[in-house]
């Protein structure tokens, strides 16, 4: 498929699980595609070869000096979608968290997100797609990850927030909020098996998702397909939080 031939996305913790997918999928639909790694470079490295990227970005997005370093190495590059996935999934029990680990998810799910597509709109083409990678943790209650959740939920909101910030521009800001997936991030969670078929017995279509299932819609929202929708949070879950 040719949809996004001669356009440019830049996809952030591309390295592996949904962002990787996600990199495959819009480079298979002809899209030239910028990776982007902060600790998982030799992951990324070879993702980059076998898809013909030129360039792999490595910087820890909740820094902006880094970030500032990152997108100057990009040049004069002009982009047509931004995807913003990186993230980290991890407990936050409450009472037994540390002042560090909150710091952590923080900045890694929340503030990285903002000073990244502070400092893309300069490249972003007006018409330009940004697709945040968000969570039904966003809509429920989850025991145990209340901050991962909140971050999503905030997320959510700079979603809908950036739509009309944006819209001047004609860029679309949209949302995907996967629900568990298997992937790299969640092996140990379902590694113990009454959560995993607890999850399943939850889940409408009776499994968990897949990598591909979640970057397959991403691919929808960056293209012309979707040109009339900005402003949305997509489900894709199965029918997890119906």
């Not at 680990?101 to 799910?109: A, G, P, R, S």
């Not at 007006?126 to 943790?137: K, P, R, W």
């Not at 995993?196 to 397959?216: H, K, M």
């Amino acid at each position: 498929m040719t949809r996004f031939a001669g356009q440019t996305a830049l996809i952030t913790g591309s390295s592996r699980g949904i962002g990787r997918a996600i990199a495959e999928r819009l480079q298979a639909d002809g899209a030239s595609v910028i990776l982007h790694c902060n600790r998982h470079r030799a992951a990324a490295d070879v993702l980059a070869a076998r898809l013909g990227c030129q360039h792999v970005l490595q910087a820890d997005l909740s820094c902006a000096e880094q970030i500032r370093l990152m997108f100057e190495g990009l040049g004069a590059t002009e982009l047509d979608a931004l995807v913003n996935n990186a993230g980290i999934w991890k407990a936050t029990p409450l009472g037994r968290t540390a002042a560090e680990d909150v710091d952590e998810i923080l900045n890694t799910n929340l503030k990285s997100v903002f000073l990244t597509t502070q400092a893309a709109l300069p490249l972003l083409r007006d018409g330009a797609s940004i697709v945040n990678v968000s969570s039904v943790a966003g809509h429920i209650g989850v025991s145990g990850r209340s901050l991962y959740g909140a971050t999503k939920a905030a997320l959510d909101s700079f979603t809908r927030s950036w739509a009309l910030e944006l819209a001047p521009r004609q860029i679309r800001v949209n949302a995907v909020a996967p629900g568990y997936v298997e992937t790299d991030m969640t092996a140990e969670h379902f590694s113990d098996l009454s959560v995993l078929e607890s999850t399943i017995r939850r889940t409408p279509f009776g499994r968990l998702g897949n990598a591909q299932e979640v970057a397959d819609v991403v691919a929808f929202l960056c293209s012309a397909d979707a040109r009339w929708i900005t402003g949305q949070v997509l489900n894709v879950s199965g029918g997890f939080v119906v």
